[in-house]
């Protein structure tokens, strides 16, 4: 799997928009890009992921460069309740069953959104 | 969309007893459930993947003797810390697969979270 570096931490207003980045240089063609957030104390939830297009759901958005190798985690109007730490992961995303064990959410992007 | 339900969210008890905590898929058959470990500050570890109906798969170093795991429906799974000890204190989180969706959500939906201490 393509490893991904993200900073350690940042900062938003609130009501603001929130721009993560992650860097994924070594990218495969058939890895996904998946974005996940851990609020303190909870389980880890899913957010979105992408695949070459630029993706959105209710809760963000996601920019990936043309050539695949960064992304961004776009929250549009940040909440107190969106501090957390992202954690952008690449995966090859496949029917088969082996693999998903070695999951690692690395250390992530702790995000403080701040009133 | 796909509900993890994990029970309790924290329990105290003391060294040497048993605790069993309980992930729940609520509306949604999950084959597979994963349960991970993370302490302060750490990234979760996977402890153990279990498929309903057989054994539970290990990841390395973890005691499966001590970290007893039972998946015997489809919409549940259990983990029972055995003998607890301080050291086991942590926060244990489960994770529930959809087979219709795990091409795309390979490590399932994700429970709340178990916060255990162990005195």
């Known amino acids: 799997d393509a490893k991904t570096t993200q900073p350690p931490s940042m900062d938003c207003a609130e009501g603001r928009a929130a721009n993560l980045p992650c860097n994924h240089s070594?990218?495969?063609?058939?890895?996904?890009v998946y974005w996940y957030r851990q609020i303190h104390s909870q389980g880890p939830q899913y957010i979105i992921h992408?695949?070459?297009n630029n993706e959105t759901n209710e809760m963000a958005s996601l920019i990936i460069t043309e050539d695949r190798k960064s992304s961004t985690l776009i929250l549009p109007h940040a909440t107190l309740r969106d501090t957390a730490v992202y954690y952008c992961?690449?995966?090859?995303?496949?029917?088969?069953?082996?693999?998903?064990?070695?999951?690692?959410f690395g250390k992530g992007t702790m995000l403080l959104v701040s009133p | 969309g796909a509900v993890v339900s994990q029970h309790p969210s924290w329990v105290i008890c003391k060294s040497g007893t048993s605790v069993k905590i309980e992930c729940r898929s609520l509306?949604?058959?999950?084959?597979?459930m994963f349960w991970y470990r993370q302490f302060p500050k750490q990234s979760l570890m996977l402890m153990a993947t279990?498929?309903?109906?057989?054994?539970?798969?290990?990841e390395q170093g973890v005691e499966k003797d001590k970290f007893l795991i039972n998946h015997a429906s489809l919409t549940l799974s259990t983990l029972t810390v055995t003998s607890a000890h301080p050291e086991d204190s942590s926060f244990y989180i489960c994770?529930?697969?959809?087979?219709?969706?795990?091409?795309?959500?390979?490590?399932?939906?994700f429970g709340s979270g178990t916060r255990l201490t162990v005195v």
């Open positions: 994770s529930a697969r959809d087979p219709t969706e795990r091409v795309l959500l390979p490590w399932g939906t």
């Open positions: 070594t990218i495969s063609g058939n890895e996904y």
């Open positions: 992408g695949l070459k």
């Open positions: 992961i690449v995966r090859v995303a496949s029917w088969a069953n082996s693999g998903y064990s070695t999951l690692t």
């Open positions: 509306d949604f058959q999950a084959t597979t």
């Open positions: 279990s498929n309903e109906g057989s054994k539970a798969t290990y």
